[in-house]
């Protein structure tokens, strides 16, 4: 029996909803109000907690609705900090001729005004008030992201927020009334409501922020050298008058100069920009970068995110402020790379970070005289299911590759391939995938060339990896290429197509589905390494010359 029968004292609840939904008033919903009052007060009486909390919420709606009760509270900004005064507009609009008194607003905070008002049917009435938030408020973020979770798992210490889809508000208003002499308190959360010129009214959370918070522009910082490097710093103010000093925690075999800078912000909302030093340590190395900012006897640790998109409510996240920096060990052969970008990726931002120059070529670009002054070209994820122009390009591209390029394509899927040819010999795409980030990597070829020259890899060079080890690997292939590496998800078969190398004419064609897009904005120095040596093949007595500037 899934009725109000089930439960004790809902037989007469169940008896007035049912009746009510029976013969509903669409033009008129008000006069099922008192009907409805008389439900929530039996309601009051069942002894199942669980079905009382949940069925008063949902019938406090629907007695708001057909009342047409319009009660809101907005604050003047969308947050603030501990001890802030916060002021607020309170709203309250009756558009029906039910008899309902406000009695008082009040809230958590302290507010407790008695108003003892009879609202009058299409009367707005505002109030003007505001309260303090408490010295121990805590700042409004998911509640799974407050601590730092293991792999694949978030860590939450209060269970009961568990499957609840946002942290629950803390800072709201009781709006207590008497309808048909029985109190009833509906409770709304505090907003910001404000309007813009070519959107009208918008709606934000109000949320709770630390007084400062901090982040290092660049996410990933990649040094090829020892030479220093400088790195932006940006404090914003959560409150007026903010002043202390940030400094940037850092491994111990780097440095940071100057050990501390100090912060000086006005007003609420502003930032401020500071430029620090890194050098590097001579030898490989990675760790983490993290602005501290020191206020009074405060630390603050975390960085603000703002996410504002049209199509979901806005939000703000906290998370650790940290960038990942990386002395990279890496030897290069060859300077001059072209990239054909397909999908999308910052795969040619973070060669720069090596020392490459990338320019990115258009299709209508590639001819032989162009490509003639490249020593790579690298096609980016995707491109052959999006560009359709590539399918007149190719030929050109391995013709390129004859005259001793090498040439690189990232992974496409076998859907919608937009060229004939995807590569100068047989190749066919499949959805083989490696999805474990950690599974083994086994060399068929340890000899190979890749895996050698300039730079030695080893089992070392896949530790790290995120997300994934590599998607949609070709399953079938030409006895003209060479598999480089196997690998596999557990209890799945070896899938050996994740890299393939093709000598044709005098350069190299690869193919690999390995997820370099994913690795190289994560800051893994065993992809750079091994991207470095696929773009160096074949180039072991070559003198680099700028041909850029030719």
């Known amino acids: 029996d899934t009725s109000w029968n089930r439960i004790k004292g809902g037989k007469a609840v169940g008896a007035i909803l049912n009746s009510i939904e029976t013969n509903f008033n669409f033009q008129n919903p008000s006069t099922h109000v008192s009907q409805l009052v008389e439900a929530y007060k039996l309601l009051q009486k069942v002894e199942d907690q669980h079905w009382k909390t949940l069925k008063t919420k949902e019938l406090k709606t629907i007695i708001e609705m057909c009342a047409g009760l319009y009660l809101e509270a907005s604050a003047e900004s969308n947050w603030a900090t501990q001890n802030e005064i916060i002021n607020l507009n309170i709203e309250v609009l009756k558009r029906s001729n039910l008899p309902i008194v406000l009695e008082s607003l009040n809230n958590a905070s302290g507010l407790n005004i008695l108003k003892s008002i009879t609202l009058e049917n299409n009367t707005k009435y505002d109030f003007k008030e505001n309260i303090k938030v408490t010295s121990d408020a805590q700042p409004t973020t998911p509640y799974w992201l407050n601590e730092k979770g293991t792999m694949g798992m978030y860590k939450v210490d209060n269970t009961e927020l568990i499957g609840k889809p946002e942290t629950p508000r803390t800072f709201n208003i009781d709006f207590n009334v008497l309808i048909n002499n029985t109190p009833i308190t509906f409770t709304k959360p505090i907003i910001q409501r404000f309007a813009k010129p070519d959107k009208g009214e918008r709606y934000r959370p109000f949320e709770i922020i630390p007084e400062t918070s901090a982040k290092i522009t660049e996410k990933v910082i990649i040094l090829d050298t020892n030479q220093q490097r400088d790195i932006t710093v940006i404090v914003k103010a959560g409150r007026d008058n903010l002043e202390g000093d940030v400094q940037i925690s850092h491994p111990n075999d780097w440095s940071v100069l100057p050990k501390k800078q100090k912060i000086s912000i006005a007003h609420k909302g502003e930032e401020q920009t500071l430029v620090f030093t890194v050098i590097p340590p001579k030898?490989?190395?990675?760790?983490?970068?993290?602005?501290?900012?020191?206020?009074?006897?405060?630390?603050?640790?975390?960085?603000?995110?703002?996410?504002?998109?049209?199509?979901?409510?806005?939000?703000?996240?906290?998370?650790?402020?940290?960038?990942?920096?990386?002395?990279?060990?890496?030897?290069?052969?060859?300077?001059?790379?072209?990239?054909?970008?397909?999908?999308?990726?910052?795969?040619?931002?973070?060669?720069?970070?090596?020392?490459?120059?990338?320019?990115?070529?258009?299709?209508?670009?590639?001819?032989?005289?162009?490509?003639?002054?490249?020593?790579?070209?690298?096609?980016?994820?995707?491109?052959?299911?999006?560009?359709?122009?590539?399918?007149?390009?190719?030929?050109?591209?391995?013709?390129?590759?004859?005259?001793?390029?090498?040439?690189?394509?990232?992974?496409?899927?076998?859907?919608?391939?937009?060229?004939?040819?995807?590569?100068?010999?047989?190749?066919?795409?499949?959805?083989?995938?490696?999805?474990?980030?950690?599974?083994?990597?086994?060399?068929?070829?340890?000899?190979?060339?890749?895996?050698?020259?300039?730079?030695?890899?080893?089992?070392?060079?896949?530790?790290?990896?995120?997300?994934?080890?590599?998607?949609?690997?070709?399953?079938?292939?030409?006895?003209?290429?060479?598999?480089?590496?196997?690998?596999?998800?557990?209890?799945?078969?070896?899938?050996?197509?994740?890299?393939?190398?093709?000598?044709?004419?005098?350069?190299?064609?690869?193919?690999?589905?390995?997820?370099?897009?994913?690795?190289?904005?994560?800051?893994?120095?065993?992809?750079?390494?091994?991207?470095?040596?696929?773009?160096?093949?074949?180039?072991?007595?070559?003198?680099t010359e700028n041909k850029l500037n030719d």
């Open 283 to 543: 030898n490989q190395s990675e760790g983490l970068l993290s602005p501290i900012v020191h206020i009074e006897n405060k630390n603050y640790t975390k960085e603000l995110i703002e996410i504002d998109y049209e199509h979901i409510p806005f939000q703000t996240v906290l998370l650790p402020s940290e960038s990942k920096i990386v002395r990279l060990d890496i030897k290069k052969r060859g300077q001059n790379i072209a990239y054909i970008q397909g999908a999308g990726d910052v795969v040619p931002e973070s060669l720069e970070q090596i020392g490459y120059n990338v320019r990115i070529i258009k299709p209508d670009e590639i001819n032989a005289e162009t490509l003639s002054r490249f020593d790579a070209v690298v096609v980016g994820i995707r491109a052959y299911n999006t560009v359709e122009d590539l399918n007149f390009k190719q030929q050109q591209l391995f013709d390129f590759v004859a005259n001793g390029g090498n040439m690189i394509v990232q992974y496409n899927t076998s859907h919608r391939v937009k060229v004939d040819n995807i590569a100068p010999y047989d190749l066919k795409l499949s959805r083989d995938r490696v999805t474990d980030e950690t599974a083994e990597v086994r060399f068929l070829k340890p000899e190979h060339e890749v895996l050698n020259f300039p730079n030695k890899i080893t089992q070392n060079d896949f530790k790290g990896w995120t997300q994934e080890r590599g998607l949609y690997f070709p399953s079938e292939w030409s006895k003209d290429f060479t598999p480089i590496l196997s690998m596999n998800d557990k209890g799945e078969s070896a899938k050996d197509g994740s890299l393939l190398i093709a000598k044709h004419g005098k350069g190299y064609y690869i193919y690999s589905g390995l997820s370099f897009f994913r690795e190289f904005p994560a800051g893994v120095s065993g992809a750079y390494r091994l991207f470095a040596n696929m773009l160096s093949i074949g180039k072991d007595d070559m003198k």
